[in-house]
């Protein structure tokens, strides 16, 4: 699609863009109201699932379109997935309970999965690497722009309206964006001479659906299994084998659903582990970052918004001027590190954060963390892109969607853990003191009830309930509560700035295997016009560019 005329490029990614910011604004603004639809339907035991099955479903969904988009074209794919989003989104505002919404959240998750791999790889078949980084650029922009007025929206609507209307509300955004793809995005025909790998797509999700429940479901707490259980144990050697029979049938069919040549290719190797160890550390961090704004702040949803907005607008200007500069130098790799070590300072600030942290600091430390997102994270989109041949472009792109995936599912896994045995190590500290104080309450049913509310930190997270029953309290007893929720506060505050903390290691792996990534200039199509005029030797620019790169 390279030879289209440049206003049909414009108008094509216009109608990829609006697809993009569908799926992005629907997640953003589902981010900051999650504690108070967790603290209305209630099972935030099973918190981390209702984010942890959306990139379950996404990243099966994501890889295994990859490839079918490179047989068949990328226009249905991004048209059903548009549609499965919505239907997904549709249902989740009607949930009832948290395992409703889990299902239904693991309808949308397939759905942005489509969403992401085919709307960057769509880019990819309408421009060179070297104009992609301004596009790269604009598109991490649209998740800033949705970054910064969803948590806003969320806010308000969980604070003054149903929160059902958090899933509906950009319902039709879906509806002009699945128009705007069905009637300008060209329809291809099928690749001749490829096949569907049946075999290997269904080996690739048996590898991955049991990893990522491994590590969802290995842990200390309800709901949770011993890494020693049988149950992790034999979630972990269903991965194993169907790892290996993954690997041999890859090796046999003539059209593998993953081309294992594509990792002997050191920039896409590495790039791919960066994006791995980059998503575990982001969002298996920021995730918690609205429970500690609103659960240990105790900052209404709305004034939430506010708080999380300037880390957004950093992350847009950031990502916006990286694209630019990397099309104007065609370089990446000083950025691409230095954006990591911005991104794991801003987290190991936010280890130190504690229930008195003023909140300026609180958002210092997050424009820190935005800055560094925005630098790096359009980088290695590019780098996937730019060392593999245009026939692979589908197929690169979810594998690289695939592992950021993987990092995000098995980072909130991992940093969920954490946040809970932490917590519970400290409440087990404080236990002795908050068992001294409820000793002196009265022996009244009342008061031991909202002893039991004001114990319980998944009602940190309704400020209202919390202030309500407090309100309701006599007198003499309203101080020792108030001594208690300072306390639960301190152990929730305790327990998700040590998860900080893990993302920033994390982040640091990234760092260190970001400083492997071999620097190779990005294709230009201009470039690429001239040198197929002057060139005699018949080496294309893409082959210069796989032997450096290799």
Request: proline share 4%; hydrophobic share 50%; no cysteine.
């Amino acid at each position: 699609m390279t030879n289209l005329t440049e206003k049909r490029k414009i108008t094509i990614m216009i109608a990829i863009i609006t697809s993009m910011f569908f799926s992005a604004i629907n997640q953003t603004i589902i981010g900051v109201a999650m504690p108070r639809i967790i603290a209305k339907l209630g099972g935030m035991d099973y918190y981390s699932w209702a984010i942890t099955i959306y990139l379950l479903t996404s990243t099966v969904a994501s890889v295994l379109v990859g490839k079918l988009s490179d047989i068949y074209g990328r226009k249905p794919f991004i048209l059903a997935g548009i549609g499965l989003f919505s239907l997904g989104a549709l249902l989740s505002g009607f949930s009832t309970d948290i395992f409703q919404l889990i299902s239904y959240r693991a309808i949308q998750g397939a759905g942005a999965g489509i969403i992401m791999s085919t709307a960057f790889t769509a880019m990819g078949d309408l421009y060179e690497p070297r104009e992609r980084a301004k596009w790269t650029g604009i598109m991490s922009a649209v998740f800033g722009v949705s970054s910064v007025a969803g948590p806003l929206l969320g806010g308000y609507i969980v604070d003054h309206l149903d929160w059902h209307w958090v899933f509906w509300i950009f319902l039709p955004i879906g509806v002009i964006a699945f128009l705007l793809i069905l009637f300008n995005f060209p329809q291809v025909e099928k690749r001749k001479g490829e096949t569907v790998d049946y075999w290997g797509s269904l080996f690739l999700t048996t590898t991955i659906v049991p990893m990522l429940l491994a590590f969802s479901w290995a842990g200390e707490g309800a709901n949770k299994y011993a890494w020693g259980s049988w149950q992790i144990i034999g979630l972990l050697a269903i991965t194993a084998v169907s790892l290996l029979t993954f690997i041999w049938v890859e090796t046999k069919v003539k059209t593998p659903v993953m081309p294992l040549g594509l990792f002997k290719n050191s920039i896409f190797t590495v790039s791919n582990l960066v994006g791995f160890f980059l998503n575990a550390g982001m969002m298996g961090a920021i995730i918690y970052v609205p429970f500690f704004v609103q659960g240990v702040k105790g900052i209404s949803p709305t004034m939430a918004g506010y708080v999380a907005m300037p880390m957004s607008i950093a992350m847009l200007v950031t990502s916006a001027l990286s694209g630019q500069i990397i099309t104007k130098t065609g370089k990446y790799k000083k950025m691409a590190v230095g954006g990591l070590l911005v991104m794991a300072l801003g987290m190991v600030l936010m280890y130190f954060m504690v229930p008195s942290t003023p909140i300026y600091l609180l958002v210092l430390y997050m424009i820190i963390l935005g800055l560094g997102m925005g630098i790096s994270m359009p980088v290695f989109s590019l780098t996937v892109q730019n060392a593999v041949t245009p026939q692979q472009l589908g197929v690169a792109t979810a594998t690289s969607q695939l592992f950021r995936n993987l990092g995000g599912t098995i980072g909130i896994a991992v940093m969920g853990s954490v946040m809970s045995a932490s917590m519970t190590t400290k409440m087990t500290q404080l236990s002795s003191a908050i068992g001294q104080g409820a000793a002196s309450v009265p022996t009244d049913p009342a008061l031991a009830e909202k002893l039991a509310l004001f114990s319980n930190p998944q009602n940190l997270l309704d400020q209202p309930k919390i202030e309500a029953a407090l309100g309701s309290l006599p007198p003499e007893s309203q101080a020792l509560f108030t001594h208690m929720l300072d306390m639960i506060r301190e152990a929730m505050s305790y327990g998700i700035t040590t998860t900080f903390l893990t993302g920033a290691i994390v982040a640091g792996f990234a760092v260190v295997i970001a400083l492997f990534l071999k620097e190779i200039p990005l294709r230009s199509g201009k470039k690429e016009a001239e040198t197929e005029e002057s060139k005699k030797d018949g080496q294309s620019d893409w082959k210069s560019t796989q032997e450096a790169g290799a």
